[in-house]
């Protein structure tokens, strides 16, 4: 008896000296497991804004073609105010190096069909949806050399195409972007889901912004929105070399045209994707150079692009024809800053062309990789009135344009002006545009 007494004691003794052992570690431990997870920001907030540009527009010799008398008529000149952008963003920076964007839009609300402006087909009440989604994260914490992001975004390429519209200069952004876009993921939008790894490197007065992403565009087929059965990913980079001021002192994925007597620099940049075997082509490749100098009160920013699409096609005598469709897009833009009391007025020029296949076997090539052929050119010229940069932002121009549908002829929609979403083939006409921008 005076054994099990004694073990019994010596037992409970071991258990009332652990616990205070047991629970002396699990304090310890506390401040380590804390230490454990990442931690939010304390400053983390929501950051939500609106973007809308209001548009009022006098289309002037606007006309569509008639199937079947096989002519073009003259439709009415026609006033029209619509919200030709409006945008809901909302965006924060959760943890130190990670951010992420969520923009939607219902673009195009009270648009005229007939009148003379470019843009998507929308019914009266607007659609929406998802224009941007991506997350974005500083790979080096005290450097800005390298960043990842992914998600639903623009690839890195060509100027315009990654210029918001309330950053260009002209009343409409060029339509070399819409060229570009569709050789790139199919459409007008030009977005896709991927990833892209960029960031910039900065010296005293050189500099360096690069990018590289891999997409996977998406295209309508029988099947729905596939690649098809041919699988290949779009490849699509960027490199920017900056003399004098930078044009950025941050990585981001969205630039600017206007730095309001700023910036004395000059950016120099080269563009480049490359897409292999789909369903639609064997390849498909385009390249070119662009550049935007920003000295005091001028503006000036251009760029060209070439494009490219392999494939083959049968003939009607059986036998096949291999062949390299090939069209090209610019263009140049020029805005000079007049400081006017506490604003800024901006007089601004704009040419735009587009160059493709003008003869029957060029277009059947072209329709073949639906591409498109003939040509087309814009011209815009206005002045804006900034009355808090870009966030508050008046424009008066007028837009002209005209366009060669080659040998496809009358009722062919080969190009953006002879094309216009909801309707058959178009003359797009001409238009005298005040606009409203505005960022809140």
Known sequence: ?????????????????????????????????????????????????????????????????????????TVDNRFNTNLRRARLIVRGQPYPRLKYSLVLFYDLAGRDLLSASVGGNNPAQPNFGVWDGFFQYQLSKNSQGAFLTGGWFRPQLQRESITSGWSVNSFEKSMSQNYVRRHL????????????????????????????????????????????????????????????????????????????????????????????????????????????????????????????????????????????????????????????????????????????GETAEEQADAAAVNSFSGSERTYDAGVNLYLDRRNLKLMLHYTWRDGDAGAAGDGARVNQFFSQGGLGAIRRGNWIGLGLHAIF
Not at 16 to 28: I, T
Not at 244 to 259: A, M
């Open 1 to 73: 008896m005076t054994k099990r007494f004694i073990l019994l004691t010596f037992f409970l003794g071991t258990l009332w000296g652990a616990a205070p052992l047991q629970a002396q570690e699990q304090q310890d431990a506390e401040p380590l497991l804390k230490e454990m997870w990442l931690k939010k920001k304390e400053d983390f907030k929501f950051d939500i804004r609106m973007m809308v540009q209001l548009w009022s527009l006098y289309t002037m010799d606007q006309e569509i073609y008639d199937e079947e008398t096989g002519e073009y008529e």
């Open 185 to 356: 993921v199919g459409t007008g939008p030009g977005r896709a889901a991927g990833l892209n790894l960029g960031g910039i490197l900065q010296g005293e007065n050189v500099g360096l912004n690069y990018n590289i992403g891999v997409f996977n565009p998406l295209r309508t087929s029988p099947l729905g929105r596939t690649v098809g059965q041919n699988f290949a990913p779009l490849l699509a980079g960027r490199a920017v070399v900056y003399l004098g001021d930078p044009e950025l002192k941050k990585y981001k994925i969205g630039y600017e045209t206007n730095y309001y007597n700023k910036r004395k620099g000059v950016s120099l940049d080269f563009n480049a994707a490359y897409q292999g075997q789909t369903d639609l082509f064997e390849r498909s490749f385009i390249a070119g150079p662009g550049m935007l100098l920003n000295w005091g009160p001028l503006n000036l920013d251009g760029e060209w692009m070439f494009m490219t699409r392999s494939s083959s096609r049968t003939l009607v005598d059986g036998s096949v024809r291999a062949f390299d469709y090939m069209s090209n897009s610019g263009h140049v833009r020029v805005g000079y800053n007049i400081t006017v009391g506490k604003y800024m007025l901006e007089p601004v020029f704009m040419a735009m062309q587009f160059n493709g």
